[in-house]
């Protein structure tokens, strides 16, 4: 079929329209079809499926530097996002390093009003937009550390100190 070059690319709906959800719902998720939902001709979001957006987001890699401190312990850093954490142990180190990823993230979005101001926030939106989409501990430590097992993940790690 083919598309009136005056016609929009991705499929418009109204939110009259999306309130009816299971067509819209279809189209996104089962087809992984993005949907452009307009309010008053003027107000629009894209809604994607959780797969999609991880797909396009992947890219988005992040570099773990692990640095052994002369009184012993460990400082984790990432780069993408400017923050790090220590721990008397490299497990402790990212233990802690994980729930100030967390705690990173919801802050992010929390100040969002602000940081959509400042180039470089802004420029760390799609990294936290990935680590958003993380449900597990499991699914967090493959983004931040690859995606092998986390015992693995622990052992490359190390091995890496």
Do not use: C
């Not at 089962?30 to 797909?55: F, G, M, N, Q």
């Not at 988005?60 to 640095?67: G, L, M, N, S, W």
């Amino acid at each position: 079929m083919k598309q009136d070059a005056t016609e929009p690319i991705l499929e418009h709906v109204t939110v009259t329209q999306a309130r009816n959800l299971m067509p819209v719902f279809d189209a996104v998720v089962r087809e992984e079809r993005p949907v452009v939902i307009t309010r008053y001709k003027r107000d629009e979001a894209v809604l994607l499926s959780r797969a999609r957006l991880s797909r396009l987001l992947e890219g988005f890699t992040f570099h773990v530097a692990v640095i052994p401190e002369p009184d012993g312990g460990f400082t984790l850093a990432i780069r993408e996002l400017n923050i790090a954490e220590d721990g008397a142990t490299l497990h402790e180190a990212r233990r802690n390093l994980l729930d100030g990823v967390r705690s990173y993230v919801h802050h992010y979005f929390d100040m969002w009003d602000m940081y959509k101001h400042i180039p470089d926030m802004r420029a760390q939106e799609p990294y936290v937009m990935r680590l958003s989409l993380a449900e597990t501990d499991n699914e967090l430590i493959g983004m931040l550390f690859g995606s092998g097992q986390p015992h693995e993940q622990a052992a490359a790690v190390e091995a890496t100190a």
